[in-house]
């Protein structure tokens, strides 16, 4: 039996802030040996960071989330996110979540402005890049194949995309995290598109505490619904489970250089 890995956890939200050790301790119990904690807020990311600083099998992000663009000023961006990267202590294993999200009316000039900044970094400190894409397909791809030379590893988070922009996704070599959605009645086209996704590049997340999957919508979503997802998958790849638990996880650790 393989260990598991949630690639994408919320834990600074106020659903699970104080009950981070409770879902550690549960979470090992259950097959669940790594979790990434996301930081997509730069003025929280001490709030974070104090959170998970004690459990070592708890990884961190460090980045701002487009829908927060307009509470920072983009010339802070590289200061705040250099200071962490040397605070923290080797815990940060990559930049994000950033990216563009053109479902909300942020100005979309901005979230460009904030994203470059956070692929610079990347570049800098040759971390992948964890992606949040809604809605922004086109100029998402323009900005990621203009950087694509300088990456190590870009990972889209919570894949959604189009038959297209998977494509072009994969011609970049990107890895693609899937959420929860790949369960939901209505993702039938989402189902189709992720079969064509290499399985060298998957990994697995429920970006608790949202996006809860199918059939415990309505719960609070938390690390122990990860294996409902894989299960998912697996029914819909028709491949082995034991094989997609083991291949996932060496994929994250490849990604996120984790040995
Ligand atoms: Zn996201």
């Known amino acids: 039996m393989s260990n598991l890995i949630d690639s994408h956890v919320n834990f600074g939200h106020d659903l699970l802030k104080n009950d981070v050790k409770r879902i550690y301790e549960e979470s090992l119990n259950e097959g669940i040996e790594r979790m990434l904690c996301i930081n997509s807020n730069l003025l929280n ?5 104090e959170l998970v600083k004690n459990h070592k099998f708890i990884d961190m992000s460090v980045g701002h989330h487009p ?109 693609y995290s899937l959420s929860g959605i790949i369960t939901f009645k209505n993702a039938d086209i989402l189902r189709n598109v992720i079969k064509t996704l290499p399985l060298n590049r998957i990994i697995f997340e429920t970006d608790s505490p949202y996006l809860t999957p199918d059939p415990f919508r309505g719960k609070t979503n938390e690390p122990k619904y990860l294996k409902t997802i894989i299960e998912k998958y697996s029914k819909i790849m028709s491949t082995d489970l034991d094989n997609i638990k083991k291949e996932s996880t060496s994929n994250y650790k490849k990604l996120f250089q984790i040995f």
């Open 67 to 175: 829908n927060s663009t307009g509470e920072i000023e983009s010339s802070e961006i590289p200061k705040f996110i250099e200071k962490y990267i040397k605070d923290s202590d080797n815990k940060i294993v990559g930049i994000g979540e950033t990216g563009l999200d053109y479902h909300y009316q942020v100005p979309r000039i901005k979230q460009i402005e904030c994203f470059e900044l956070h692929l610079e970094l990347a570049s800098k400190y040759h971390l992948p890049i964890i992606v949040h894409m809604r809605d922004a397909e086109e100029d998402m791809i323009d900005i990621l194949s203009k950087y694509r030379a300088k990456l190590s590893n870009i990972l889209i988070h919570c894949f959604t995309g189009s038959q297209k922009f998977a494509n072009q996704c994969i011609e970049m070599d990107c890895y």
């Open 45 to 49: 990311f001490q709030k974070d960071f």
